[in-house]
């Protein structure tokens, strides 16, 4: 009997793969929602109150949108080239140029990494300290080696562990929801404070504070770059892939902008900044009988979550990068009894070790924001040279002006124009510098095995 039309052309749409084709819509919806949420949100809040004042959701309405400029772009790839490796592949098919491939995967890596390190210094913060009073330099260094340690026994422990602390961080969010609407119906808050900008100056400052305070809460968008990897484990991905990217950054846009109007209304920006913890301090304000220690055990799960999905993603990369022949070929090697890439989680375990132990939350989320709305701009820019390649199946196609406005705030956000500290711009150029370093290793030896 003969395929049916619409079997025939989700058939054309799925290039053949050695993968698994598992993943529906609604799965890749789920998938995406829960890769974005996280520590940016849980830890990183009081730093941008810190950095515009009471209106706190005017950042994470800005960075929102960004998100779905880039956004748009990365539907647009994915569709038309279906297959993982995200922006190191887009850029290869766009540029042809393999060491700005290598650096583009690099900082992506090193992105997942910054996040990771965020999120463990979060760990080890104030949501923490409701329980026991110890060092958090030292508890952010074991709690990278314990996922570590996990992220070696094996993926499906640490799948299984991801679709838990998802659960467990939406259901965190949604109480800080229903503790506004509590506040909202009984008149608590102070609504007055939702206007207040304050990034301590007029004029240039004022714009460069609001830049900056948007470049981090951008930090807490990322993730939805990450799920165009699963491309050959989904089906029909290039009529999936629009819709579930869509819908998971206007998801969590939606709820992120609500959690910080509640955050401001209920707790005044010096409080949320001195935080570690900021949304527990929403927690004790609220005027509900919520158990302050049950929300810190939520968070603590939260910002777990970020950063299993990021040990892996990290350690996952530079498996590939050493199988493509990238890096060394040594950091490819596999733990034989548990097949993980055990050199690839040592070497992004040993970076993550160095990054907790000299950088704090919002300078770590930072770096994250930064390094990846540098890739940002490459794969917006990627998407307009791709233009000239078509592919024989069809997919979505952005209006042109999307991926022109997305390179444009990209760049004006990783650049000096938003406020942001000297340490963010040397901690990535520390973390290039190992990247470069480690090129140039493998240069040489492949040219000492070629003679």
């Not at 970020?306 to 596999?334: D, F």
């Amino acid at each position: 009997m003969p395929n049916p039309p619409q079997a025939e052309a989700a058939a054309a749409d799925e290039p053949a793969t050695p993968l698994k084709r598992a993943i529906g819509p609604r799965l890749l919806i789920l998938f995406v929602i829960g890769d974005i949420l996280g520590t940016g949100i849980y830890a990183t809040t009081g730093n941008v109150a810190g950095k515009v004042g009471g209106a706190l959701w005017l950042p994470f309405a800005i960075s929102f949108v960004v998100a779905l400029l880039t956004a748009a772009s990365y539907v647009e790839l994915v569709g038309k080239y279906p297959r993982a490796a995200g922006a190191a592949l887009y850029t290869q098919k766009a540029f042809r140029v393999p060491f700005l491939t290598f650096i583009i995967a690099f900082m992506v890596m090193c992105s997942g990494l910054a996040s990771a390190s965020a999120a463990a210094r979060a760990f080890g913060g104030d949501y923490l300290q409701e329980f026991v009073d110890i060092p958090p330099t030292l508890v952010a260094v074991l709690f990278v080696l314990a996922l570590a340690a996990l992220t070696l026994r094996g993926v499906s422990e640490s799948v299984r562990t991801n679709v838990v602390l998802t659960v467990v961080e939406v259901t965190g969010l949604l109480v800080i929801l229903g503790i506004g609407a509590y506040a909202v119906l009984t008149g608590d808050g102070e609504p007055a404070r939702l206007t207040e900008v304050d990034t301590g100056g007029t004029g240039h400052a004022l714009v460069s504070g609001v830049l900056g305070a948007t470049a981090l809460a951008f930090f807490a968008y990322v993730g939805f770059e990450d799920s165009v990897n699963m491309a050959e484990e989904t089906k029909n991905p290039a009529r999936t892939f629009p819709r579930a990217i869509f819908i998971g950054v206007t998801v969590t846009g939606t709820v992120y902008i609500l959690v910080a109007l509640v955050s401001s209304l209920l707790v005044p920006p010096g409080t949320l900044e001195s935080s570690s913890g900021p949304l527990l301090e929403v927690v004790k304000a609220g005027g509900v009988d919520f158990p302050p220690r049950l929300f810190a055990l939520i968070a603590l799960f939260a910002v777990s979550n970020s950063a299993l999905i990021n040990i892996m993603m990290a350690s996952r990369l530079v498996y590939g990068m050493a199988n493509e022949r990238v890096l060394p070929p040594g950091m490819g090697r596999i733990l034989p009894h548990r097949r993980t890439p055990v050199a690839g989680i040592l070497f992004v375990s040993l970076i993550a070790v160095g990054l907790v132990s000299t950088g704090e939350i919002g300078g770590l989320g930072d770096t994250t924001s930064f390094l990846l709305l540098c890739v940002f701009f490459v794969v917006n820019v990627a998407v307009l040279v791709l233009r000239r390649d078509t592919v024989e199946h069809a997919h979505f196609r952005t209006p042109t002006a999307l991926p022109v406005l997305g390179a444009v705030t990209s760049l004006i956000l990783a650049s000096p124009l938003a406020d942001r500290d000297t340490e963010v711009y040397v901690r990535a150029g520390v973390l290039l510098a190992i990247g470069v370093g480690l090129w140039v290793v493998n240069k040489l030896a492949l040219a000492a095995a070629d003679r």
